[in-house]
């Protein structure tokens, strides 16, 4: 019975609420409605002066012609290059003196070799992985010895290279620290012979000698179908670029002989992405121990061939020899 009620109640409400949404739509109060006047401004309001809202307080700015000038290297005048050529030359910034030569490192380092060798300067160290070449101490005249560090590093432009030489005073048996203060005339005199001893090679500049023939490349031997690296240098010329590389990667040499061409490093157990049955990524680590051995190739070049106590594919060799061509220079 309630249920009735309440049903008769709703059915009332809704109906009112028709009959009233139809009276509202036959009012015509909308035809009363007149135009309102302007609006008016009071005297008061005025546009507000932005430059007084935001003032930009003093910075002390300084003019372009203020500001300290930021140095560049500089060549020196034909007469400070005492009959170095257009392939080397030597740079001075500030109190800083070296050598650019349009030269790879590798073919560098063997110039220099050759220098020190002319000059009859005994070695202590030679490191063309660390780019240092330094002398014993040598007898100049009476005392004091003198003894020499050439330092040897990539140039900015790609197949260019950097030399510079510090130089010390002393007897045989002096602590060195090549951090210290140098003698920085008997250096710069040792330089000048250096650079003038380069530009007197006859050494085709890079740029010219990569148009004859394919510098880096990594290619297949059709006999044992396994990839090698081949240099468009010979295996003397190449020696030290690699091992520069090698020093400027992820590896470690643990063994290195020049007279057989091998180099022993060590990988870290670096991963290199390979594919599994299912195609997806499945990483894969490279041996610890790798044998790298150079040897001639042909002509003009030389062939790096890599080898390995365990198993070793050919996409993780790949993966080594493009790590080490970028920084093969």
Not at 31 to 57: C, G, H, M, N
Request: hydrophobic content about 35%; glycine content about 6%; charged content about 20%.
């Amino acid at each position: 019975m309630n249920h009735i009620h309440c049903c008769v109640a709703l059915t009332t409400l809704l109906t009112l609420g028709l009959l009233g949404c139809s009276s509202i739509d036959t009012v015509d109060n909308y035809k009363q409605a007149t135009v309102a006047d302007d609006i008016v401004y009071p005297d008061s309001v005025d546009r507000p002066k932005t430059e007084e809202l935001f003032v930009i307080p003093d910075t002390g700015f300084v003019s372009a012609s203020d500001t300290p000038r930021i140095d560049s290297p500089t060549i020196l005048p034909p007469k400070a290059q005492a009959g170095v050529d257009k392939f080397v030359s030597m740079r001075k910034l500030g109190d800083l003196y070296w050598i650019l030569a349009q030269y790879r490192v590798n073919t560098l380092w063997n110039n220099l070799e050759d220098f020190a060798r002319t000059q009859e300067y005994p070695m202590e160290r030679s490191d063309p992985i660390a780019g240092e070449l330094e002398t014993k101490w040598i007898p100049n005249g009476k005392d004091p010895h003198i003894k020499l560090l050439f330092q040897v590093n990539r140039g900015i432009q790609l197949g260019t290279s950097e030399v510079s030489v510090l130089a010390m005073e002393g007897k045989p048996g002096k602590r060195v620290d090549w951090s210290g203060t140098t003698d920085q005339a008997l250096g710069l005199s040792t330089l000048k012979r250096t650079a003038k001893f380069l530009s007197l090679l006859d050494t085709q500049p890079q740029a010219e000698v990569g148009k004859q023939h394919d510098e880096l490349k990594i290619k297949t031997d059709k006999e044992s179908d396994n990839n090698f690296l081949y240099i468009g240098v010979k295996p003397n010329r190449a020696w030290a670029a690699i091992l520069h590389a090698i020093k400027l990667s992820d590896y470690s040499v643990t063994k290195h002989s020049s007279e057989s061409g091998l180099i022993v490093i060590t990988t870290g157990n670096q991963p290199v992405q390979k594919k599994s049955f299912w195609l997806s990524p499945k990483p894969a680590k490279l041996p610890e121990t790798l044998s790298l051995q150079l040897k001639p190739f042909d002509a003009f070049g030389s062939a790096l061939t890599i080898t390995s106590d365990d198993e070793l594919s050919t996409q993780q060799s790949n993966r080594v020899f493009n790590t080490l061509i970028p920084n093969i220079n």
